[in-house]
């Protein structure tokens, strides 16, 4: 490679903010001297495109993003790596202008295979299958967002009818706590004031070191520098009561939690594979709010699963309408290519799950605008992005409200204390600063 011209290559994320960590990593891979960074939307001599294969809406817009970027430019190397050629390299290698599709594990050494930037008439594939006992490989993100996402754990062991995560990424693994903290500091050293803790199921953390989530937690807090940790989606059985009493103690850890629900109706939940009852996520709901009473709680709900009868979604949208959540995030069932639920007896019709979804995001919007009530005239630490829109400057308050107030440069990336004023007509939250 010419090391007197340096390449231009851009990346592109698609899916969970796992996958915005890893790509992070790999950027950082990618020698200075060698390659210069840009945008995704600028002009490049590379593109890589990190994807996302959880539905077929996933699936979708990865193969949207492969053809914006061929079209943006025909001349350009273009590889797609991550999920969705782990599961499917020959459907990414068949789409014409893609140069190279590298699976999960070959992401990470993707800078080792660019050593020819030609364009080539075939498609070069590494994806290779996963172990039962692949390694961690640690990753986390800064410089491209005002929080960090820290990659604490990867895979699961759950084998839940309609997920195809384990194909994707393999078995549960994480890191000792010893090199996450390690990473914290180095997050911290770059002036970082948020962590968000990601990865495929959190809150099964430590099972190869004998460690824990909790204990996690309890060493992150001591990380001088980072004002605020954030979890991300974690497993309601998994989501104790040792990790709630810990964010109702300690002001560094966020009062928000998004707990993969997936249905109120135990019938369902059983053919899902899911380990827990309504009782259990009733309870864990509940037991947060006497804690918290100001938590933000989100919840993913999967509408049109084989079997789900109308009677069956009714009893999960009065479960749901019953519980102080603060948001939902709806999903159509999509059958997933090797998956148990791909074979299912039951199949609900597109337009009734159309139906459905719609009915729940109703319901989504109106807990939003419940909890946005809730905390009118509350105090909260906000903090605030590096992103100007529209004259105003937006951020999220630790119960997860995207508040917006009057653009300040000074405001970026601060963590600044402010009364919640009410509902603006942009849908987020007004707020007054307070000295």
């Known amino acids: 490679m010419n090391t007197l011209k340096r390449k231009k290559v851009a990346f592109h994320t698609l899916g969970c903010k796992l996958n915005f960590a890893e790509t992070s990593t790999i950027s950082r891979s990618f020698p200075e001297d060698q390659f210069e960074k840009v945008q995704a939307g600028k002009k490049a001599d590379i593109y890589i495109i990190n994807t996302c294969s959880v539905t077929d809406a996933a699936d979708k817009k990865c193969r949207q993003a492969i053809r914006k970027f061929i079209n943006q430019s025909p001349d350009a190397f273009i590889a797609v790596v991550g999920c ?81 995560v384990p194909l994707a990424r393999g078995r549960s693994k994480s890191p000792e706590i010893k090199s996450l903290i390690a990473d914290a500091e180095r997050i911290a050293g770059k002036g970082v004031k948020e962590i968000v803790l990601t990865g495929v199921n959190i809150g099964d953390f430590g099972k190869p070191a004998g460690e824990s989530f909790a204990a996690l937690l309890k060493q992150l807090v001591k990380v001088p520098g980072i004002e605020r940790f954030r979890i991300s989606s974690i497993e309601p059985n998994l989501l104790t009561d040792e990790i709630i009493e810990m964010t109702a103690l300690n002001i560094k850890i966020l009062p928000h939690f998004h707990i993969p629900m997936q249905s109120g109706n135990n019938k369902i939940l059983g053919l899902m594979g899911r380990r827990y009852t309504l009782d259990l996520l009733a309870d864990r709901v509940k037991t947060i709010k ?146």
């Open 290 to 435: 006497k804690m918290l009473p100001l938590a933000g709680i989100g919840a993913d709900i999967i509408v049109g699963f084989p079997g789900e009868s109308v009677s069956d979604f009714d009893e999960t949208y009065s479960f749901v309408e019953d519980l102080p959540l603060s948001y939902l995030h709806v999903f159509p069932f999509s059958a997933r290519p090797g998956t148990v639920a791909e074979d299912m007896p039951g199949k609900v019709s597109h337009e009734e799950k159309e139906r459905r979804s719609k009915k729940l995001i109703s319901l989504s919007e109106l807990k939003k605008l419940e909890f946005n009530t809730l905390n009118t005239g509350q105090t909260a630490e906000v903090l605030f992005e590096k992103i100007r829109s529209s004259g105003m400057i937006t951020g999220f308050t630790g119960n997860y409200i995207r508040v917006e107030y009057q653009w300040q440069a000074t405001l970026s990336g601060q963590i600044i204390k402010v009364r919640m004023k009410g509902i603006s007509p942009s849908g987020k939250m007004s707020v007054e600063l307070i000295d």
């Open 84 to 164: 969705y050629p782990q599961l499917k390299p020959h459907e990414i290698s068949s789409i014409p202008g893609v140069d190279l599709v590298l699976g999960t594990k070959e992401k990470f050494d993707i800078a080792g295979y660019l050593s020819v930037l030609e364009k080539r008439k075939k498609a070069e594939i590494h994806s290779s299958e996963l172990s039962s006992t692949g390694r961690f490989i640690p990753s986390f993100s800064f410089g491209d967002r005002t929080r960090s996402f820290l990659k604490i754990q990867d895979g699961c062991d759950y084998g839940c009818a309609y997920c195809t």
